[in-house]
């Protein structure tokens, strides 16, 4: 079996962290981008000929396709691009600043897109190439205090599904992994807040019950549906991974499904 070469972006922690190792034991030769490597420098000394650690901060457009180029005259090559780079902010739409809300985009949307325009070109040069672009399973809707994360992975879903359409001609794939609920630090070192509005103290509280302390499973446990798919001669452009969340979207969604249909009448109404 041919080794693959990978490039991660949020290689040292969660979902990254978890896949660099995966690719690693399975013989394969990774790219481990992330804005601090030092986390990965354990790995670095047990795989020195097949990992290479790269310094890079996504939001930065001319430092992603720098660091690319760095990753192809590495190992010649990239077979798995997993855009993984990410972070949450947490909070009421209305207590988020604009500070908060161009930088949380700048990473979740504009640094996947900026790190999906620099690696396409070397993909459609040699004819192959998987991008794996890491969202979530709450893109399918909007929540309270998650609506920020939630609406730059909706963004990330369009885009990457436009991204398929143009590049399935030059022998590219690209899938959607939307993520379920797995103990990433997402919620911990990878989240900025809102200041808190004392007028939402009843609505947080409810949601804090409804979510309760489970950080979810390992992120390692979503390494095996990954890698089978990356076998795949036609992989789909969408993924539900995790078998919890695929159960609560297509709840989520047949409940869209009711409601367009309780109120059809309305919607005839008009022409377009």
Known sequence: M???????????????????????????????????????AELADKHPDALVRLPLDVTDRAAVFKGVEQAVAAFG??????????GLLLGMVEEATEEQLRAHFDVNFFGAVWVTQAVVPHLRAQGSGHLLQVTSMGASG????????AA?????????????????????????????????GLFTVGTTMTEPDPLYEELRAK?????????????????????????????????????????????????RIEQYRAWERLSRLAPG
């Open 207 to 255: 949601l804090a019950e409804m979510w309760g302390d489970d950080a979810g499973p390992d992120p390692s446990t979503a390494v095996p549906a990954v890698m089978e798919l990356l076998d795949l001669p036609e992989p789909p452009v969408r993924l539900i991974v995790g078998g919890a969340s695929y159960d609560m979207v297509l709840q989520m969604e047949q409940a």
């Open 142 to 149: 909007g929540f309270a205090s998650t609506g920020m994360y």
């Open 2 to 40: 041919l080794t693959r070469v990978w490039f991660i972006t949020g290689a040292s922690r969660g979902l990254g962290r978890a896949f660099t190792e995966a690719a690693l034991a399975a013989g394969d030769r990774v790219v481990a981008a992330a804005r601090n490597v030092e986390p990965l």
């Open 152 to 184: 730059g992975k909706a963004a990330l879903n369009s885009v990457s599904e436009a991204v398929a359409m143009e590049v399935e001609p030059f022998g590219i794939k690209v899938t959607i992994l939307q993520m379920g609920g797995y103990d990433t």
């Open 77 to 86: 090559r990239l077979d798995v691009v997993l855009n993984n780079a990410g």
